[in-house]
Each structure stands twice: as C-alpha cells, then as structure tokens.
C-alpha cells in the first residue's frame, strides 16, 4: 500500500517498511477521547478562540530550519490546539517558512504547500527552495511551508522502539504471526509513550484546522493550495471543512479517500504485477535474455526464484539470508524505471546462485528507499537519522487515524495475507503485511472512508502523471468524478508529482499557473505531454 511523499526519503531495507503505507487505520486501545470529533462530529466543536487567529508570526531567519535557506527566507511559529474540540487546554506550535512573492506589487497572497508522506515536514522544503512552485505562481504568491503537528519541528512524536525492521521471512504460521503482532505493538506503545497528547491528534482532520489558522494568520481571505500525495488527501480534508474558504486548490498525485486501505492494497498489488509485466517485455525488447526469451518466461523465472529461495534461501557475502520475501520487496522497486538495470542484474545472479548483488543493495538501503530508489552510501547528515525515523513513525501516526479496515487478530492478518498472495504470489503477501502498524496502534480511528464531494467548495486543479507508481491514474480520474466541475491536467510519463517538479514540463507547468495566477481551470480532461 503506497502513498508517500512528493520527495525521496532514504531508510533501511524494511519489508513492512512504514514509508510504503497508505490512508490506513485500526484500533486496538486507548481512542475513547480521540473519537469526539476530528471530521465527523465537526460541527459539535467548541469556537476557536480568537487569540489563535489574532496572532502574529515573528519571522526571522530559517538558519535552524535549512542549511542553505534562500534569500529571503523567513521563518517562524504559529500556536494552534492539540485538541480543537477542547481549544483552551493544551497547544503546540507549527513550525512554518516563507518567501515572498517576487512581485510585490501584484502579490494574490500566500499559496501553501504540503510535500506528502504523511511523515514529510514542509517547512525545509520552502525555505531551501526544493519547491518553489512554476514561475508565474512563484512571481505572484508568498510560498509558505509548514511542518505537520507531530513532525519535523512541530511537536515531533518520539518513538524510543525505533522503527520496524526487516524480518528475515514474513510470518506464514500463528506462532510467527503473533510474534510479528507482539514486536509492532510493542513499537507502537513506545510511540504512545513518548509522544504525549499529540498522537492521538494527528489525524487529517486535525491538520486540516491547522490550515485554516494559518489561513487567518496569514490574512488570506481564502485558503490557495498545494499538496501532493497523501497532500491530496490534507486538502480533501480541509475542502469538506472549510468548503467556503477554498481558493486556489492543486491536487498533485491524487488519492482517492473514498478507498479502505484493502482496496488500496489491492490496487497496489495490481499495480507492482502491471509494471512487472512491462519490466520483462522491456528487456525481451532490448534483448536481455538473462531472464527468459519471452515476457512470460521472465515471470515465471522471477516466480520461480522466489518460490525456491522461501524453500531455501541463499547467503550473500555479507552474510545476509536472502529469501523470497526480500526479493519481493526488492521486486517493488520495478515500479520505476530507473531501477530496472541494477534489479535485472541482481536476479540475474541470485538465478545462478550468487546473492551478492542483492547483499549490496541491502547494504545500499535500496529496499527501503521503495518506491523512490536507492539510498546509497552517503554518511546521514546531523540530525538526518532522527528525522528520518519520526517521518518513517509519522505515516501510521497519521494514516492510522485516517481512515480503517486493517485486520484486527494474527489470524485475521494470515487469512488476508493468504488471499491477497492468490491474486499475485510476487507481491500479495509483502503487501498485506504492511498492515501490520495499523492492525496493533494503540489509538482508535476517527476519520471515515467515503468520498469528499465538497458542496459549495469551488473547482479545483486535480494533477497526475499517466503512469505514477505510487497513486494511479486512476484515483485522479474517481475524484474527478467526485468533484463537481473540477479539472484534471494529466502528463504523458512516469513520475509523482508533475507540477513543478525536478523534470519540470513547460506544458504542465503553464497550465497550473493560469490557474493559481489567472483562476482560469482547463476544460474537462487536459494532457500534457513527457
């Protein structure tokens, strides 16, 4: 199950790694107090007291923020509840970056970015310039970043257990299944314990109040946005609770709320098969015949080797096992292209009985970058591993509460993992077990699963790529259908997130601005091409 940040984020090889997961959520103790509002009960909050919008931003420099912050960025704080259906008790602060529009005299207001994870803090992003919006946007809006509640310097969650590990083969018994519940539920409990109230707020929902302060800070009459991924989702959140405050909205490698995490998973598993397919018909088609003379053989090879090594695993130099479960994890990577070089000469040699190119990509970190390739062999910047390790505890913080249906019991978790492996034997297992945090956290749900048709929300600007690895086409084309009048700007090619991204496209990037500059939406479905 994948939803992850619109940037790469380098972690350890982990099958049931946490930065894969997508909107998921369970329950097991302690959610009684967090089940009073958060989107569902939204009209029942208490006012917020107006000392949260009447304050102001003492910005100053973002030394502490960026290593390298552009000219003038400026940085600051803003104070906002833990809970908002009990706004006098406990606040945090949000950390948040700007820089201001180029063009001052013709300034629209502030355009507010989220990167996605759920697990990315934003405010580095704006103050180092890793995004800065297309040209004209940057021209005309003050860029403000912000770190979510329970990340990066906003109240960040601590999770002394760590973060979950790789196991050397994914549980097939009770016995292995409940040690594998007991592990992550004990990881989970560490995060409760050291975190404090603010676990249990950091559901969209939340979040999405946290916007609509900023909002008032600011002095912006209406909220003008940018998310990718799970930053899709954020925006969703905050359409259906501020539907009349909604500006300028990009919805930029789009999730579909309406799917429970099963649904994702399986459109996950559905989507690693289709690119494995084109993986082994690319190389018959460069004539790469390591793996077979056809693309069926290429899979059946592939199938084979993963069946034989969960029978008899091989040893690499380093001594790692290298079994089936791990080449299926590696085997996710096929999703990009990029990849596809270094796995084919990985499988290549595990066919012939040498794990060692594998052993070097475990070493490299190349499994647990997923989705967005390997991590490589660079020494972690000061403070990088511990950023790392909250972003990697903020997707089940976040996605957790979100939203619901993760198996509830071990056996429940075997029976899945059993029926999910029968629709694809490379993929379904992994896939399934990456349930796994949300089926032992220790905070009950609070958001639902359904559509979020926003009435009386304005269109907005929906963003993909025709093929994105990590949320389909397809979730931009269901909410389309969801949001009355809205627009959909699809690109030609592979990627996640199109606009203003580091392969930028004039053609996208065009479109997107006269939106956000002009407020002039394509017609019905745009393409630009790769």
């Known amino acids: 199950m994948r939803m992850s940040r619109g940037k790469s984020l380098p972690l350890s090889a982990a099958v049931l790694a946490v930065a894969t997961?997508?909107?998921?959520?369970?329950?097991?103790?302690?959610?009684?107090?967090s089940r009073r509002e958060h989107g569902d009960k939204g009209a029942s909050l208490p006012p917020l007291p107006a000392r949260f919008a009447q304050q102001t931003v003492d910005w100053a420099?973002?030394?502490?923020?960026?290593?390298?912050?552009?000219a003038g960025a400026e940085c600051g704080w803003v104070e906002v509840p833990v809970d908002y259906a009990a706004p006098d008790k406990e606040t945090i602060r949000l950390r948040v970056s700007r820089v201001k529009a180029q063009d001052r005299s013709r300034r629209l207001g502030s355009l507010l970015y989220n990167p996605g994870g759920p697990g990315a803090p934003g405010a580095a992003d704006v103050a180092d310039g890793t995004w800065t919006a297309g040209e004209r946007a940057r021209a005309r809006y003050d860029l403000v970043g912000f770190d979510p509640r329970g990340l990066g310097a906003s109240a960040p969650i601590e999770c002394p257990g760590g973060v979950p590990q790789e196991p050397e083969d994914l549980p097939r018994t009770v016995a292995d299944a409940e040690k594998a519940f007991t592990a992550a539920r004990a990881l989970a409990r560490s995060c409760h314990r050291g975190s404090g109230t603010v676990l249990a707020h950091m559901d969209s929902a939340s979040v999405a109040r946290d916007?609509?302060?900023?909002?008032?800070?600011?002095?912006?009459?209406?909220?003008?946005?940018?998310?990718?991924?799970?930053?899709?989702?954020?925006?969703r959140q905050y359409m259906r609770l501020f539907p009349d405050k909604v500006g300028r909205f990009v919805l930029d490698g789009v999730v579909d709320p309406a799917r429970d995490m099963r649904q994702v998973a399986l459109l996950d598993v559905r989507t690693d098969e289709e690119a494995l397919r084109r993986y082994a018909a690319d190389l018959v088609a460069r004539g790469d015949l390591r793996l077979g003379a056809t693309s069926e053989d290429v899979v059946r090879r592939i199938t084979g080797l993963v069946a034989d090594l969960e029978r008899t695993p091989l040893r690499g130099p380093g001594g790692r096992r290298l079994t089936g479960s791990a080449v299926s994890a590696y085997l996710r990577t096929v999703t990009r292209q990029e990849n596809w070089g270094r796995l084919t000469d990985a499988l290549a040699a595990a066919v012939d009985g040498d794990a060692g190119a594998f052993d070097d990509m475990a070493r490299d970190g190349a499994a647990g970058a997923g989705e967005e390739g390997a991590a490589g062999d660079e020494e972690s910047a000061p403070g990088q591993e511990e950023q790392e390790r909250t972003e990697a505890m903020g997707n089940p913080a976040v996605l957790c509460l979100d939203s619901r249906g993760a198996p509830r019991s071990p056996r429940e978790m075997l029976d899945l993992a059993d029926e999910f492996a029968r629709k694809s034997p490379l993929f379904g297992r992994g896939i399934a077990w990456q349930m796994l945090d949300c089926a032992t956290w220790p905070i009950a749900p609070t958001g639902k699963v359904e559509p979020v048709t926003a009435p009386g929300a304005p269109p907005v600007l929906l963003v993909s790529y025709t093929d994105d690895p990590q949320t389909p086409l397809e979730n931009a084309r269901a909410v389309k259908a969801q949001l009355a009048d809205s627009a959909l700007l699809v690109r030609t090619g592979q990627g996640h997130g199109a606009?203003?991204?580091?392969?930028?496209s004039?053609?996208?990037?065009?479109?997107?601005?006269?939106?956000?500059?002009?407020?002039?939406?394509?017609?019905?479905?745009?393409?630009?091409?790769?």
């Open 21 to 33: 997961l997508v909107v998921t959520a369970c329950s097991v103790e302690g959610g009684a107090a």
């Open 61 to 70: 420099g973002c030394e502490g923020v960026s290593s390298e912050p552009v």
């Open 211 to 235: 916007l609509e302060v900023l909002r008032r800070v600011l002095g912006d009459d209406r909220l003008n946005y940018t998310g990718i991924s799970y930053g899709t989702f954020l925006g």
């Open 499 to 504: 606009y203003a991204s580091e392969t930028p």
């Open 506 to 530: 004039q053609c996208t990037d065009r479109v997107v601005d006269a939106y956000l500059v002009d407020g002039r939406l394509p017609e019905g479905i745009t393409n630009c091409p790769g």
